[in-house]
């Protein structure tokens, strides 16, 4: 899972980019830009302002707010952007204070300490759930709450709740349901983006067959995260939304037919090593930053996995997004077009107005059109109209996002405890690096997966 972008982004879970971890959280064609802005953290303080003074009308004067997240560079300088729009709406002060990679190492001895921030950005849902339980976060307003429930669909309500109880927005999404490639290598073998998987594995034995290999493949230890998102997608689009939510609970089982389903197509891509850059020997060794500059640094395949967070490694090639680099929509295996993101939750650890006021802010189309504006960004609030970005690949990848409508679902990896759903050499990461090296074996892999799951789900 993970990276937040980063983490959502390549290491393990505390680096990896998709969800809590590395870069995953560096989104966007503003990252592919280049733009590689940094201002220092602040300080916070308590909120201790005017409650009586009329709303919209610098109601917060005097209330000093402090928001605390692991956004740093071009991230955290956009954020401090929506937070200044916030300070000019209200009249509040925000301070900024960045936790570094490992939120819950900076977050668990203030919240012990009993002095968090008022405010704090989440790398995953897993962890508003670990603090919402040990009573630490604050629920949110009733009017906080109606903002949500006006701008996001139920199951990004339900992901930022806990005990009938809502705690979390979903301020920042890193989009997973995409393939890169290189226009170039697709046109000189006349093969057109797939929309199915059978237009997929059909394009990449056409490639094949003009001599340009179709795929990098990113599944050494450290990045085989890579694979859990392969899977899911091909999952979602099979087995649907309903049984996608069972199998993330462990309410199916990794022995189900489903699963098998999902491992049996992927098989028809891993299982073939022709189709990968150096073969299995060789992508059981790659890392992600290293996939994706095989494709667009040194033109060893066409294709890749990677959210939109991969625009970063993009940029570290002479590759220009959106001309040299292009994206499509990941191919439906089945009768769901799927749609995977990692994200970033807003929760609130304080009483008081100023954190539910920027709660409500942060849930609103107003900072996610702030936001959206300035790169780097995707929400699955459903009223940021998809004008409201930058660039054209974020506008490509919202339109698919708000298509899928209910059908969208959170990184499924990222929903597991960390011992199934985010350890290197462990749980699923492994279990799916075994099955690239042997795809014949689908029963043994099922085996491994369920056994792994059943441990980590006591």
Known sequence: MRVSFSGGGTAPRAARPGSAGLGRRVTGAAVAAGLLLSAAAACGGDDKGDDSAPAGGGELKGTTIEVAAKWTGPEETNFRKVLQAFEKKTGAKVNYASTGENTDAYLGPRIEAKNPPDVAILPQPGLMQQYAGKGALKPLGDDVVAQVGQNFAPYWKELGSSDGKTYGVIVKAAYKSILWYRPEA????????????????????????????????????????????????????????????KLAKHEIKWTDPSVAKALQALAEIWGKPDYLNGGVATATKTKFDESVTQVFGQQKAAMVYGGDFAAANIATTKAKVGTDAK?????????????????????????????????????????????????????????????????????????????????????????????????????????????????????????????EAAKAYK
């Open 186 to 245: 697709l046109d000189e073998a006349g093969v057109q983006p797939p929309a199915a998987w059978a237009d997929l594995t059909k394009a990449a034995g056409t490639l094949q067959d003009a001599g340009t290999t179709p795929f990098t493949l990113a599944a050494g230890p450290q990045d085989s995260w890579t694979l859990t998102d392969w899977f899911e997608n091909v999952y979602l689009s099979q087995a649907g939304p309903e049984n996608y939510d």
């Open 327 to 451: 994206v499509f929509a990941f191919p439906k295996a089945g009768d769901t077009a799927p749609a995977i993101l990692g994200g970033d939750v807003a929760v609130a650890l304080k009483d008081g107005k100023g954190a539910q006021e920027l709660m409500k802010y942060l849930a609103s189309p107003e900072a996610g059109t702030v936001w959206a504006g300035l790169g780097g960004y995707l929400t699955p609030n459903k009223n940021v109209k998809p004008d409201a970005y930058s660039d054209p690949i974020a506008k490509q990848l919202i339109t698919q996002l708000q298509q899928a409508g209910d059908a969208a679902r959170y990184d499924m990896s990222d929903l597991a405890p960390a011992a199934f759903g985010a350890t290197p050499g462990k749980g699923e990461w492994e279990a799916l690096r075994q099955f690239v090296q042997n795809p014949t074996d689908v029963k043994g892999t099922q085996a491994k997966l369920e056994a």
